[in-house]
């Protein structure tokens, strides 16, 4: 079962924006935090901004920071990612992820989303 579907992903120009949604399905009464992950070719996943619910306290990779806001509308369910100042840097897919164990900005053993790609150039 696909539980997390992101959209939103596409080609844009440096210096554009863009803004991933995340649709979450399935059980989620134990899920205590979500995020964004993104993964370059041939590199690991990296967390770049993540929202722990028990504390309501947004996370941003020192990459990003200042550039992306992350947001939720419906708790748990739908989640955002707002990139402005987009740079050729920020190529990459981009993954929404969930758990049910976080210690304070880290994602856990998370579930995936199938990714969308971010492509951008100048």
């Known amino acids: 079962q696909v539980e997390l579907e992101e959209s939103g992903g596409g080609a844009v120009q440096a210096g554009g924006s863009l803004t991933l949604s995340c649709a979450a399905s399935g059980f989620t009464y134990l899920v205590k935090c979500m995020g964004w992950f993104r993964q370059f070719p041939g590199k690991e996943r990296e967390a770049i901004a993540t929202?722990?619910?028990?504390?309501?306290?947004?996370y941003y990779s020192d990459s990003v920071k200042g550039r992306f806001t992350i947001s939720q509308e419906k708790p748990k369910k739908t989640l955002y990612l707002q990139m402005n100042n987009l740079t050729s840097e920020d190529t990459a897919m981009y993954y929404c992820?969930?758990?049910?164990?976080?210690?304070?900005?880290?994602?856990?053993?998370?579930?995936w989303g199938q990714g969308t790609q971010v492509t951008v150039s100048s």
């Open positions: 929202l722990n619910f028990e504390d309501g306290t947004p």
């Open positions: 992820a969930r758990s049910k164990t976080c210690n304070g900005a880290s994602i856990m053993r998370p579930s």
